[in-house]
């Protein structure tokens, strides 16, 4: 218990922090919202009217702490570029990168898991070398380069998908989840080839550990002792990087999010940015950050249950 | 052993189908995005850019926004493809003798998307709110010239204070919307051939027929616009066959498309030139300004950034504008590299270094500024190119005016040459190259006072020879604007400034 209230004290400095910083940053980098709202019509007396209305024109921490005491009310605001609420917004983005998140991370657990235990088991030597250097290779190249190559390998030359013809969850939630499958995949990628990795070497490591010799001595078979004794300890480092992998996966649908032009909350950051959208780039940089946050200490717990080393 | 390659066999079999069904679902679509039967046709479009926050005819900001909203707006009288005014929510317009009271006459039973009626006070409605909130400087200063605006039975009458030539055009701006309906920004009403039907930031925005329109109902039942913020995202969608249609392609990307589509080539009605800042140092000098000119070879600029296509410009007013373009102007400065120094020695500035800032997202921009580059490096001068962000350009370049030189290309909001040539008079508020020259502010003065429609010609010709005599900038082109369309759909026509009109594309057969 005592731990759950610290973890949450450490979430809210966090976001606090995480929150200023994002604030700060956008009085740094030129150019403000009215900008882009007025295009080549601004003139003087229009940027003036423009920033009250918005309300820019006040000082900037009472304008941090308006936002902070709203925040905490549980209201984001309304968009500057989309003249609507931020919920509103995000209700539409979120659910479509939480799905391709949570995709991908399926799709990496149930590809590298068993990947892993057969490269961890196996004694022949040109397995083990092909793993190694595919591993290299899958884990040197970045989700958006598969991105662009499958874009260009499935969708211009084997026609097998259209890029850029998202289906939205409201229209069709299988169609939805089709377009999502591939950038999902791109984005596993990396991720299985380390967990396969690490699952191997933690494989690897445990065989040569005495209690299997003790087993094997006392006449257990080989499957048996993987699955009873060695897959107990080497899936302690692996459960932890999943679920870390989790943070990571969906920090990675920014960027793939943009090769594959599905309308999520990574596009939405971005090109919020460029409009100088703050209250959007606020929201979504907190949610991310919350997400990371809570990410890392279910990594923590699920250690804590798994090793009964660390339950002192 | 064996049961582990089983599972492992498995999971590859499950991501197979997975992939299996992916691809199927996929092939269902093909076939909708392919059924063009004529009645219930649904043409998908690709955008290159989001749309304004505000969806309000008269709020809106971008060209790329109001291009598509063309089809949803109409004024008592609109553009054709030729740049004539026809009548839309008017049925018959009539100029008097001494041009100063224009009568339109409302249409007979014009409905607007919402289902109710167009009235007279809907008009007036219209007017008051356009001039008091549009965010068109030019549109509300015409606007703001009205004498007295009555309506008289379903006749709408305007009395101007002096004869003003391309009123019609401020009329074409003036969007007929309902007076008793507030959510214009987020869900439009008008009174044109598509209504808007749904809007999803940064994904799509659906247009239904309308299928009470007065005129020629259009062909196809719907319009899906795609939003992509990309132009190597929405190519790449295009060529893969998502997309039926797409506009403001480059040569290159037309170059290396590869599913068939029909090409079709017109210009993008924009004045792409070096904007150089008159008032800065050595640019404030006539010499300097004519001796790039005379630096840069537009022919090869085109053949270089373009293959060719495009065309040249002599000064701010692209060729669409016909009767007011002045074709003489394109070859006022032949490339001449000696003048150039000789010119350069005379004003002083020998060694001249200069930076030309250009928005970094507009790639055209950006390639023509590196062609630049290196021409002016063969007679001495040293430009170096600042690629910014479009924020960084509206607020230093646009507002700012704190720029030496900037490529970038202007487009008209409206069809009268003032929608371009406006801007360069001295105390305008967007004269972002601080152009200061009497004789043309007295030019455009007379050109907007005048009723004769000759005298009119006269007077803009005069002040884009003014522009190009003082070499005010160094004029490029209109670049060449490629639409590409998937062959099932035909009918697709330019217009001399930015508009794109769904209404005239029709399933082929």
């Known amino acids: ?312 | 052993m064996s049961r582990r390659n089983i599972a492992l066999l498995l999971s590859s079999a499950m991501l197979a189908c997975a992939l299996g069904t992916f691809s199927g679902a996929t092939m269902v679509m093909a076939d909708e995005a392919g059924s063009a039967s004529s009645g219930d046709a649904a043409l998908t479009v690709g955008l290159p850019q989001d749309l304004d926050n505000s969806l309000d005819p008269y709020q809106i900001t971008a060209a790329g926004t109001r291009e598509v909203l063309f089809n949803v707006y109409e004024g008592l009288v609109k553009p054709d493809t030729d740049g004539n005014f026809v009548d839309a929510v008017a049925s018959e317009h009539e100029i008097s003798e001494d041009g100063l009271t224009y009568t339109f006459t409302l249409r007979d039973g014009v409905v607007f998307h919402n289902g109710e009626e167009v009235t007279i006070d809907d008009v007036l409605y219209s007017f008051e709110t356009c001039a008091a909130t549009t965010t068109s400087t030019a549109v509300a200063g015409a606007l703001s010239d009205i004498q007295d605006i009555t309506a008289d039975g379903d006749k709408v009458v305007i009395t101007l204070p002096a004869a003003n030539s391309s009123f019609l055009s401020t009329v074409s701006s003036v969007t007929i919307v309902p007076a008793s309906y507030t959510d214009q920004a987020t869900a439009p009403v008008g009174t044109g051939p598509f209504k808007f039907d749904s809007y999803s930031p940064q994904d799509k925005v659906v247009f239904v027929r309308n299928d009470d329109y007065y005129g020629e109902k259009p062909a196809l039942a719907k319009v899906t616009c795609k939003i992509y913020d990309d132009a190597n995202a929405l190519f790449t969608a295009l060529d893969s066959g998502s997309l039926d249609m797409a506009f403001h392609l480059t040569v290159d990307q037309v170059n290396s498309l590869s599913n068939g589509y029909n090409v079709l080539e017109g210009e993008m009605n924009l004045v792409q030139a070096l904007y150089l800042n008159n008032a800065r140092a050595p640019f404030d000098d006539e010499r300097v300004r004519q001796a790039l000119c005379y630096a840069i070879d537009t022919d090869s600029l085109l053949e270089l950034t373009e293959d060719g296509h495009g065309a040249k410009l002599g000064s701010s007013v692209y060729p669409s504008f016909r009767k007011y373009f002045d074709e003489s102007l394109v070859d006022a400065y032949p490339y001449d590299p000696e003048k150039a120094a000789s010119l350069l020695q005379e004003a002083g500035a020998e060694g001249l270094s200069f930076t030309i800032k250009v928005p970094g997202n507009y790639t055209p921009h950006v390639d023509t500024a590196n062609v630049i580059v290196e021409m002016l490096s063969a007679v001495g001068i040293n430009a170096v190119i600042e690629k910014v962000e479009w924020n960084t350009w509206l607020t230093e370049v646009y507002q700012g005016r704190d720029f030496d030189a900037t490529v970038i290309g202007f487009d008209a909001a409206y069809l009268s040459p003032d929608a371009l040539l406006q801007r360069w008079v001295s105390d305008d508020s967007s004269n972002m190259i601080s152009y200061n020259n009497a004789d043309y502010d007295a030019a455009i003065e007379k050109a907007q006072s005048t009723t004769d429609d000759e005298e009119q010609v006269a007077a803009y010709k005069e002040a884009q020879k003014i522009l190009s005599d003082t070499a005010a900038n160094v004029y490029l082109q209109d670049m060449a604007d490629f639409v590409v369309l998937n062959p099932e759909y035909t009918g697709y026509e330019y217009y001399p400034l930015y508009a794109v009109d769904f209404s005239r594309i029709r399933p082929a057969q």
């Open chain 1, 1 to 312: 218990m005592k731990l759950v209230l610290k973890k949450i004290i450490s979430l809210i400095i966090t976001l606090f922090i995480v929150s200023l910083l994002a604030f700060l940053a956008f009085q740094i980098i030129p150019g403000d919202p009215t900008t882009k709202l007025l295009g080549t019509n601004a003139t003087p007396e229009k940027v003036a009217q423009l920033r009250s209305q918005l309300g820019l024109d006040r000082p900037v921490l009472i304008r941090y702490m308006d936002w902070l005491v709203s925040f905490v009310k549980g209201e984001f605001g309304t968009s500057y570029t989309y003249n609507r609420a931020v919920s509103t917004l995000l209700a539409d983005k979120l659910p479509v990168t939480v799905l391709l998140t949570v995709l991908s991370f399926l799709i990496t657990a149930a590809v590298s898991v068993p990947i892993g235990i057969w490269a961890g088991s196996t004694r022949n030597k040109w397995v083990d070398h092909v793993f190694v250097i595919l591993d290299q290779v899958l884990m040197a190249i970045p989700p958006f380069f598969f991105g662009m190559v499958s874009c260009f390998v499935f969708g211009i030359v084997l026609r097998w998908f259209m890029p850029g013809s998202f289906i939205s969850l409201s229209e069709s939630f299988s169609g939805c989840v089709s377009y999502l499958i591939l950038p999902a995949v791109c984005l596993a990628l990396p991720r299985i080839a380390m967990t396969v990795r690490m699952l191997r070497s933690s494989i690897q490591e445990e065989l040569t550990q005495n209690y299997v010799y003790t087993a094997r001595s006392r006449g257990l078979s080989r499957s048996g002792i993987m699955r009873r004794h060695i897959l107990k300890n080497a899936m302690i480092p692996v459960v932890t990087f999943l679920a870390v992998s989790a943070a990571e996966i969906m920090t990675g649908t920014i960027i793939i999010e943009q090769v594959f032009t599905i309308p999520g909350t990574g596009r939405l950051l971005v090109s919020s940015i460029g409009n100088r959208d703050f209250p959007v780039v606020q929201a979504i940089i907190v949610i991310l950050a919350a997400w990371i946050v809570i990410v890392n200490f279910t990594a923590d717990m699920l250690n804590h249950w798994m090793d009964p080393r660390l339950r002192q």
